[in-house]
């Protein structure tokens, strides 16, 4: 009698097989097998998982920098570019009083018996990051919003919108810190400048990460560079705080090695963070003090 007792699938039992299911070793045949990362898996295996051992999402489509695609990538774009163009109009409408509560001011006055004094100096730290959103006049809103339009879609269907959303504030505080941090603390400062320019240098980040031809934006940058040293009244501490910013936290997105990405996106978002906060507390001490 023959001692052979032959093994067949357990979705086909006219067809034997050899190979087994490495999650529950139930017997598949090559119609049923499933490759994993190790070996195969069956079609209830890989229903209750991803075939590979992990949760279900861990086989959804992912950008670059490990976001989940979403139907519209331009979403968090267009929500910045509608509050910019809400709060222009809100200025236009509300007048001075509305800028001078919002812009970026270190202090003022420096006459230490007049009283009170405004900026961040004096508490108001909400400004480093109002002073983003705020613009005054059509040609600076305008060029801003453009950047915005042009570099931010791209950047936020690689990244995703979460981590894109980082990217803009972090830059645009950074711009702020570094106009705190060296400039006449009586000159007030506004715009999107400093996230834009965060911006340019996230899209270079991101353009040699995927190896793409970056004499476009290197000469565009190039020449928002030009502009920013050779025109009158503008903040470039802030162009290039916010460019500084912006590489720095690009680079950590899109270079960061995938069993840790999350951790050092975001260990890398509060560790920036938290440098420009403690910047701007040595700068407050050195005002105040």
Known sequence: MDQHQSVV??????????????????AICPECMITASVGFQCPECVKGGSGTGHPPHANQPRTL????IVADPRLVT????????????AVQTA???????????????HDPFYQPTEG????????????????????????????LWFLGPPLEAALGRLRFLALFLL????????TYLISDPGAPSLGASGAIFG?????????????YDMRPILILLAINLVFTFTWEDIAWEAHIGGLV???LIAYAMVHAPREKRTLVQYGTCGAVFAVLLAVCVLRTLALTG
Not at 65 to 68: F, I, K, L, V
């Open 65 to 68: 920098a490990g976001a989940s």
């Open 199 to 211: 911006l340019f240098g996230a899209t270079a980040v991101l353009m040699r990460r995927l190896q």
């Open 120 to 147: 961040v100096a004096e508490g108001q730290w909400y400004r480093l990051l109002s002073s983003v959103f705020l613009h005054q006049e059509i040609w600076h809103i305008a060029m801003n919003m453009l950047g």
């Open 78 to 89: 267009k929500v910045l570019l509608a509050l910019n163009v809400a709060l222009f109009i």
């Open 95 to 109: 007048g001075d009083r509305l800028t001078a509560d919002l812009v970026m001011i270190g202090q003022w006055p």
């Open 245 to 247: 910013v912006g590489a």
């Open 171 to 178: 830059s645009g505080l950074g711009g702020s810190t570094l």
């Open 9 to 26: 699938c357990y979705r086909h039992p006219d067809r034997e097989t050899g190979i087994r299911c490495t999650r529950c070793e139930r």
